[in-house]
Structures are given as structure tokens and as C-alpha cells.
């Protein structure tokens, strides 16, 4: 009897697990999703794209730098490069708002010296009430190398609050 017991005890809770973890499933259809912020208040970057790959998991920045400035007027106004970071293996998580979470982390500060962090927090379905307005969708965006020239730890940190979402 306890057995009997047990085992529908136990079915009853895989069954119910198996329905929760459904309705969690279709978060993000597979595809790639992306958004723009501009940021406003850094001196070296300008603009940042944030990409989602929501099958391969990847999550990737590119970073735009500002163009530089020039003193003279024979100086050589030349675009700089974009900066991309790809972090493979994202997790997709929730917050206790239902917000979706998708952070990657590249930690190779053992082998190479950098550390590279990107979360994005999507609130567009909310559960909460939030008293002050909220950006829909956030990014924090963390790296930190070791420049052997200068022999300095570098760390760069780019934070929502210092950016405006493009839309």
C-alpha cells in the first residue's frame, strides 16, 4: 500500500513539473533576436547592438566607438572598428517578475586574463508594478583584461542606466 502510495505521489509530481516546464517553453521562438541602445554619457562608445541567438544560445555586443576627435583641420577622421563580444552557451532564466534574464559569461581570467559578462533583461511581460517608468529591455555589459604594456588591470562596465534603447 505505501508503495502504491509512493508511486502515485511521485506521478502526481512529474506530471505537474512536466506542465510547468511546458508552459515555460515557448519563451522565445527559435530565431535571432536583437535590439540598439545609444549610449549617452561614455566617451568612448556610442551606440550598442545586443544579438540573441535563441537556438545556438549565443549572445553576442557589438560595440560602436565614437569617432575622434579632431583639433586641427588636417587631421584623418577614420572610423574605428566595431567591437564584438560572443559568449556561447547563454542561460535563459526568470526573475521573480517573470522578467526573462539571458545572461553569458566568458571567464578566462586564468588562461588569458579577460572576463566578459552580458545580461539583458527583458521586461516586456512584466509581472510587477513598478512606481517609477523602467526600461523594457536592460543590458550590462562587463569586461576586464590585463594590459601587459601598462601592466594595469582594465575594466570597462556599460550600464542601462547610461543608455537610451533606439527604437
Known amino acids: 500500500m505505501k ?23 515557448p519563451i522565445y521562438e527559435p530565431g535571432t533576436y536583437s535590439t540598439s541602445f545609444q ?11 545586443v544579438v540573441f541567438e ?3 544560445k549565443t549572445i ?5 566607438r565614437q569617432m575622434p576627435s579632431c583639433d586641427s583641420d588636417f587631421c584623418a577622421q577614420v572610423m574605428p572598428a566595431i567591437e564584438s563580444y560572443t559568449i ?6 526568470f526573475d521573480e517578475c ?6 553569458g559569461i566568458d ?4 588562461l588569458d586574463g579577460t572576463y566578459t559578462a552580458i545580461t539583458v533583461t527583458d521586461r516586456s511581460e512584466t509581472a510587477c508594478f513598478y512606481f517609477a517608468p523602467v526600461d ?10 590585463f594590459d601587459p604594456l601598462d601592466q594595469v588591470r582594465v575594466d570597462t562596465k556599460l550600464e542601462t542606466g547610461t543608455m537610451q534603447a533606439l527604437r
Not at 549610449?39 to 547592438?49: H, T, V
Open 3 to 25: 508503495i502504491a502510495f509512493l508511486c502515485l505521489v511521485f506521478s502526481f509530481v512529474s506530471v505537474s513539473v512536466h506542465a510547468n516546464s511546458e508552459e515555460l517553453a
Open 39 to 49: 549610449i549617452l554619457d561614455s566617451s568612448i562608445y556610442s551606440q550598442a547592438e
Open 54 to 56: 535563441s537556438v545556438e
Open 60 to 64: 553576442a555586443v557589438n560595440l560602436k
Open 88 to 93: 556561447n552557451n547563454a542561460i535563459l532564466s
Open 98 to 103: 517573470e522578467n526573462i534574464i539571458i545572461e
Open 107 to 110: 571567464d578566462r581570467m586564468d
Open 136 to 145: 523594457t529591455t536592460t543590458l550590462i555589459f562587463k569586461r576586464t583584461f
